[in-house]
């Protein structure tokens, strides 16, 4: 189901629960969503409303993908770049780093596996994108 985006600072800026199997649905509806924004790359469950730790995004031959419970392991390369972001005004000044390990779990026959993924360039920048806003971090 496509839900209507929160610009809430609030929920924005409370760090999520961890995410369960049970959350499936809450996934669907983030693909859901994030398909129908036109240019969107990526989007967490608190941008519609949800403070649980799950991301969807959309990998650099535009195929989207969830993630439960996000992190970030090592990072390499740091540099300055400039974000805007779907719930929130203008751009931001944030550091990222160009490559990254990420861990994270995979929803599988509705039980929840263990994942790691290295990416670089913009598909480790949305991911980190991703991950602060499931910190609460706001850029």
């Known amino acids: 189901m496509i ?8 929920l924005l800026s409370t760090p999520c629960e961890p995410a369960t199997a049970e959350d499936a649905e809450l996934a669907q509806d983030l693909l859901d ?19 649980k730790a799950v991301i969807a995004y959309k990998d650099d031959k535009e195929r989207a993908h969830v993630m439960f419970n996000p992190g970030m392991k090592r990072a390499l390369r740091p540099y300055r770049t400039e974000e805007g972001c779907l719930t929130r005004e203008g751009a931001t ?11 994270y779990q995979e929803l599988v026959d509705g ?12 598909t480790a920048e949305i991911l980190q994108h991703m991950i602060d806003h499931c910190k609460g ?3």
Do not use: H, M
């Open 111 to 122: 039980v929840l596996i263990p994942r790691k993924k290295e990416c670089r360039g913009w």
């Open 3 to 10: 839900r209507e985006l929160v610009n809430d600072e609030e």
């Open 33 to 51: 969503t994030l398909a129908s924004i036109e240019d969107g790359a990526c989007l967490a469950a608190n941008q519609i409303g949800v403070a």
């Open 93 to 103: 000044k944030v550091t990222r780093y160009d490559q990254a390990t990420f861990t």
């Open 137 to 139: 971090k706001l850029i």
